[in-house]
C-alpha cells in the first residue's frame, strides 16, 4: 500500500507558473504508474497527466497538452505537476494517484482506475 500526500498549491495569476509534487511512502513507489487528476466542486474528475513507472512515458489531454509537464524522482519517492501558462479554468483541488503497474509493461501510462489517491491540494488561478 502507498500513502500520497500533496503539496505546493496555491493562489497564482493567470499566466504564471507553479508546480506541485506528490511524495509516497513506501519502498515500492518504482512500481507504480502516477497520475494527477482535477475536480472543481458539481464536476467529475477530470484526468490531468500521467507517467508510467519508469518515467519513460507519459500522456495529457488536449486541454492540458503542452503547459503541463509530469514528471518523477523515483529516488525521492515524488511526482510533479509542474504547470505552465495557467488559465482560470485550471482552478481546482488536484489529486495524485497511484496504480500499482509491477505486472505491466514498462510504458504502461494508465488514465483511469487507480488505487490510490491523496487528499489533494488547491489550485486557484485569478484572471
Known amino acids: 500500500q502507498v500513502q500520497l500526500v ?16 506528490c511524495a509516497a511512502s513506501g519502498r515500492t513507489f518504482s512500481s507504480y504508474a502516477m497520475g494527477w487528476f482535477r475536480q472543481t466542486p458539481g464536476k467529475e474528475r477530470e484526468f490531468v497527466a500521467a507517467i508510467s513507472r519508469s518515467g519513460g512515458s507519459t500522456d495529457y489531454p488536449d486541454s492540458v497538452k503542452g503547459r503541463f509537464t509530469i514528471s518523477r524522482d523515483n529516488a525521492k519517492n515524488t511526482v510533479y505537476l509542474q504547470m505552465n501558462s495557467l488559465k482560470p ?9 497511484g496504480k500499482d503497474a509491477r505486472y505491466r509493461v514498462s510504458d504502461y501510462v494508465p488514465t483511469r482506475n487507480y488505487d490510490y489517491w491523496g487528499q489533494g491540494t488547491q489550485v486557484t488561478v485569478s484572471s
Do not use: F, K
Not at 500533496?6 to 509534487?21: K, N
Open 6 to 21: 500533496e503539496s505546493g498549491g496555491g493562489l497564482v495569476q493567470a499566466g504564471a507558473s507553479l508546480r506541485i509534487s
Open 89 to 97: 479554468e485550471d482552478t481546482a483541488l488536484y489529486y495524485c494517484a
